[in-house]
Every structure is written in C-alpha cells, then in structure tokens.
C-alpha cells in the first residue's frame, strides 16, 4: 500500500500522545486531519478530550476499528504502542517526524501493517492530496 493509498482509504485516526495544548504539533496536525475529514480518536491518559473528541487512555480501550495509528511519543515507547496496535488490528502504524524505532518497525511489518517512519501525517497529507483536487 502506498502512502497515497493510505490517506485515500483510511478515516479513522487514533492519535497517541495527542495534547490538549494548542502549542503542541500533535494538536495541529490532528486539527488539519480533523478539517480534512478523517475521524481523529485522542489517545493520552492524561486528558478527558482533546478538539471536542473523547480521549482515550489507550488503543485498547477505544472498542472500534482504527485504519492508523499515529504516534507523537518519545521511540523508546514505540514498541509498545506497536504491540497495541497489532492487537486492535489496525492497518497502519504511522511514526510522526522524529520518531524511529527500527526494531518496533519491524515488528509492525512483520504482523502485517503498513509501517511509516520518521514522516508527517499532515505534511504528507498537504503534497500529496491536495494537489490531486
């Protein structure tokens, strides 16, 4: 699957690590998929709701089918999210700019997901997408 192909065909989003706070780039890129269509599910233990939308504390916990799983963490805690998403059964594990864990790549891959690295979401969404209106 290409990342085109991913942006085209996916609608839900759950993002890990997603802050309340306006400053933060996870606000602002869930903010831009959010006006772009796609259903954004916050995911932080630390917070009620995030751009009006239930937040989560884990992948787990939301009970519905996600298409990516995007991540705003630190790469150390990657694997985990990894193991999570494989367990859910998402299609697409998206590592936001920054984040490389090779090892939690790899394990993704393995289990069947599409794998994006050190990539973002939205930048991605921006070249790719609009220039195809």
Not at 37 to 57: H, W
Not at 103 to 129: P, S, T, Y
Request: with cysteine.
């Amino acid at each position: 699957m290409t990342i085109d192909e991913i942006l085209k065909d996916s609608h839900i989003v759950a993002i890990v690590g997603l802050s309340a706070n306006k400053d933060k780039p996870s606000y602002g890129v869930a903010l831009y998929l959010k006006g772009h269509g796609y259903k954004i599910i916050p995911v932080n233990p630390k917070e009620q709701f995030v751009l009006e939308e239930r937040c989560y504390a884990s992948l787990s916990a939301i009970g519905q089918k996600i298409d990516i799983v995007d991540i705003f963490r630190n790469p150390e805690e990657v694997e985990g999210i990894v193991d999570e998403a494989i367990s859910i059964g998402a299609k697409v594990v998206w590592m936001q700019e920054g984040v490389v864990n090779e090892r939690a790549a790899k394990k993704g891959r393995d289990a069947g997901l599409e794998v994006i690295m050190d990539m973002c979401i939205m930048k991605e969404h921006r070249r790719r997408m609009n220039k195809k209106k």
